[in-house]
């Protein structure tokens, strides 16, 4: 864990908070390089010999730095725009690592896609193979291609973030999946590489994710008694990780049971939120303190805007003074930003003692934190810093006030 104290002050890696806020302003968010790296290569170790490919998942934080760092070390990249296959392309990525996920993809990105010479689309529909097929048939090409099958596996995650269930969005129903695997298999424009699976986000325990993979499994069997091979497994992501005292998935174990059922087949896996979730902070600064007869508001320069989780999916993030020995008001403290909704929340009922001025440091926000952010309220979206040992880097500069609006235009009559 980079994060820690040095002295009485929060430090990433060996820089002090302190010094970053002094240099780059506030509100900011924090990342560790070599918590990104490590992250990413305790996936990539635990497959050993066996074929294998960590597809980091693109959304959970695209700053192109935190992609080039990946880029780097080999890293392949699970991507659900053109907008993220640019990102990763200008981030140095090789195009031939990348799966295309997403229920919806356009024509134009179908055709970007087959043009820089993607690994795979991860398909999600009849509709979407239609769509593919024609748009390879005028390109003269093939598309590889996968099926995502929903397994009908409860992830026991949090609903807006559990995907695997009948009634959600995602996948085609694994009953359904031959039948296009059939047509695909007698396309000359598509060719079936492989088998997707993705059930939820911030998993905490293994079995959901072993269920999908026997179901996956059995359905790899039936497609070769077909004479259709599976060359990959492509088992998604969901690996949570710690904000609180909640158990987490251990990666060793979870991948030595993935490689001792699946034989020879590659695996493909699309952790985000392991890789980056624990890698970042978000740091935000006191700027009053407010208390009534039965509430302590310490109302701080972050907000919803910058940090939505708490507020959508009553995600709990765990807040730490960056004085360690802090000496203020004692209570229980409500963080609320300067937005107006009553919504408007970092964390709530934390025993902390402060003053205005105090710098906060709320943890575990590498993930989905400032891929979320938005200009709400007018709000200027924040900096982000890399941390490298004892350098530090702006990797996103913060915005200025002419930024929120100079694309928009005045009516001119
Ligand atoms: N692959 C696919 C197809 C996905 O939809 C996702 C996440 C991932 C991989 C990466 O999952 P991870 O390893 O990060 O769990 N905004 C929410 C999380 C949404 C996840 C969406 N899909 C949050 O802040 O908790």
């Not at 805007?305 to 004085?323: E, F, I």
């Not at 989905?368 to 040992?389: H, I, K, L, Q």
Request: one cysteine or more; aromatic letters at 8%; a negative charge.
């Amino acid at each position: 864990m980079s994060f820690s104290y040095q002295g009485q002050t929060l430090h990433a890696d060996s820089v002090g908070i302190t010094d970053l806020m002094a240099s780059y302003g506030s509100p900011l968010y924090v990342y560790s390089r070599s918590d990104i790296e490590n992250n990413w290569r305790e996936f990539d170790a635990a497959f050993g010999a066996h074929p294998h490919l960590i597809c980091y998942a693109v959304k959970a934080n695209s700053n192109i730095a935190v992609l080039n760092v990946l880029a780097k070390i080999g890293a392949g990249f699970d991507i659900v725009s053109i907008g993220e296959l640019a990102r990763v392309l200008a981030a140095g990525a090789d195009a031939s690592k990348c799966v295309f996920s997403g229920v919806a993809k356009t024509t134009q990105e179908i055709e970007r896609g087959l043009e820089v010479g993607i690994r795979c689309f991860n398909v999600e529909s009849a509709a979407e193979l239609e769509r593919i097929e024609q748009v390879a048939a005028r390109l003269n090409v093939q598309a590889p291609i996968s099926i995502r099958v929903n397994p009908n596996v409860d992830a026991k995650t949090h609903p807006y973030i559990s995907t695997g269930l009948k009634g959600n969005k995602f996948g085609v129903d694994i009953d359904d999946a031959i039948d296009l695997y059939q047509q695909a298999h007698h396309s000359q424009y598509l060719n079936v590489q492989g088998l997707d699976c993705h059930i939820g986000s911030q998993l905490t325990d293994v079995t959901p994710l072993l269920d999908a993979l026997d179901k996956v499994l059995e359905l790899v069997v039936k497609l070769n008694n077909q004479g259709i091979a599976i060359a990959h497994l492509d088992l998604g992501g969901g690996v949570g990780i710690r904000y609180d005292n909640e158990d987490t998935i251990d990666i060793n174990t979870y991948i030595d049971t993935i490689v001792k059922k699946v034989g020879n087949l590659e695996v493909i896996l699309e952790p985000g939120r392991a890789i980056v979730g624990n890698a970042g902070v978000f740091i935000t600064q006191v700027e009053f303190l407010k208390q009534n007869s039965d509430k302590s508001f310490a109302i701080v320069d972050g907000a919803m805007n910058d940090l939505l989780r708490p507020t959508l999916y009553g995600a709990y993030h765990q807040v730490l003074p960056v004085n360690e020995n802090a000496q203020g008001l004692d209570a229980h403290w409500d963080l609320v930003g300067p937005i107006c909704e009553t919504g408007d929340f970092l964390a709530k009922d934390r025993k902390l003692s402060l003053t205005e001025g105090d710098y906060l440091a709320i943890m575990s926000a590498g993930a989905y934190g400032f891929g979320m952010s938005s200009n709400y309220n007018s709000r200027p979206r924040v900096a982000e810093v890399m941390v490298s040992d004892n350098q530090h880097h702006l990797i996103r500069k913060r915005e200025t006030i002419q930024d929120l609006f100079n694309t928009e235009t005045l009516i001119n009559d």
